[in-house]
């Protein structure tokens, strides 16, 4: 099962307050690509996959 969560959620998982740094961290920072949209909805695992691999310092523009 696919465990989804809000951008808002994702914003809030993250600490961050503004859309255009999520966007960013897309375009830049290789974030996972939202799943659904409309609402927007992304792969939890995959975001907190990135944020641990961000932590560590591992980056990728995948």
Do not use: C
């Not at 696919?2 to 993250?14: F, G, P």
């Not at 659904?36 to 990135?50: G, I, R």
Request: charged share 30%; glycine share 4%.
């Amino acid at each position: 099962m696919m465990n989804l969560i809000s951008k808002t959620e994702v914003m809030e998982m993250l600490r961050i307050k503004s859309r255009d740094t999520l966007y960013r961290y897309e375009k830049k920072r290789g974030f996972p690509r939202p799943i659904k949209q409309h609402p927007t909805y992304y792969l939890k695992s995959a975001v907190e996959d990135w944020a641990v691999r961000q932590s560590q310092g591992i980056t990728s523009n995948s």
